[in-house]
Structures are given as C-alpha cells and as structure tokens.
C-alpha cells in the first residue's frame, strides 16, 4: 500500500501532463491560429494607466519588424471591400529607404493612379496603423494575422458596424521580398 502512495503523485502528473504534451496517444493537439480577435489593442492611456502597461500584440509585431530595420522591400498587397476593380485588384508596393517609390497593379503592370493610392497601399508601417485605426475607431470586429519571421501584418480584417451592410475590409499582404 505505501507503494501506491509513493507512485499514486507520479502517475496522477504524468495522467496531467502527457495529453499536455501530445503523449498519451491519440491525436496532436489543435492549437488555435494566431489570429487577434476584437480587441487588437488597447484603449487610449489615461493618467490612471500604469507606465508599464502590458503592449498590445500589435505593438508587440511592429516592434519585431522595426528590430530587422528593413528598409528596402517589395509586397503585394490585395484589399477586399466593396468597390471598384481599381481598389480590389492585387497591387505590388515597392518601399526604398522605408519610403513607396511605386505602386503597380499585379495583373497588369500599369501603375495606380487612384487619388487615395497611399492611404490603400501604403508602406508595411501603413498597415500597422491600419490595425491600429480600426481600433481607435471601436471597430467592432477589427482581426490580425503577422508574419511569423518578420511580425509585419500579413493579413487584417474589420468591420466597423456590423448592422451596416458594405462597410467591411480587409487586406492580405503576400510575396514580401527584401530588396538589396
């Protein structure tokens, strides 16, 4: 009997922790994806906020991607929203000195002359803020995705007012390539 009582802690932590660890058999474990939901950040500081505040996850990405301090790159960015083939159509953003140089459309080659172009396909500090707007804003569905390697927003989605049909957006930033 004392030797249950000596193994009986040793098989209780081994029945906890080998499903933890994806032992025991059976299937692996799911994680859930890396997908912010609703609330990506937090709301504005107030005197009563301590100074050191825990970072919001976007905060968090975009001081990844500062850290690789890259500042010549070429990404395709795809928007979804309801409107024109001019502002739904992939474009490729060439950034040179953290600056867009060029904006052109991915199936055709022909630069965008739309009159917003910078506010739509910005430099990948533009998405950031993207994020960042939307829940300034109380987006009431405001989601992000960032690239595992570099931290920049690789995928964002927002819907401002869900009662209100056609005011969702999203973006998808795919093909980054760092420039020389």
């Known amino acids: 009997m004392s030797g249950i009582k000596v193994f009986l802690p040793i098989l209780l932590a081994l029945g906890i922790l080998l499903p933890a660890c994806g032992g025991g058999g059976g299937a692996a474990p799911v994680y859930p994806q890396p997908v912010s939901n609703y609330p990506i950040g937090r709301p504005p500081s107030t005197p009563d ?4 505040a825990p970072k919001t996850e976007v905060e968090q990405q975009r001081e990844i991607w500062a850290a690789f301090a890259i500042a010549n ?9 309801f409107s024109g083939s001019q502002y739904t159509d992939a474009v490729i953003v060439d950034v040179r000195n953290n600056q867009v140089i060029s904006r052109t459309y991915a199936n055709s080659g022909t630069p965008v002359t739309v009159p917003d172009a910078a506010s739509w396909w910005p430099a990948i500090d533009g998405l ?10 109380n987006a009431a569905v405001a989601q992000a995705t ?3 390697i570099y931290g920049f927003p690789n995928w964002g989605n927002f819907d401002f007012n869900p009662g209100l049909a056609d005011d969702e957006h999203s973006f998808t930033a795919t093909s980054f390539q760092i420039l020389p």
């Open 128 to 137: 950031f803020d993207i994020i960042e707007d939307a829940r300034a804003s």
């Open 146 to 148: 960032y690239d595992p």
């Open 73 to 81: 790159y070429r990404y395709t960015l795809s928007r979804t929203v």
């Open 49 to 52: 906020d301590p100074p050191d």
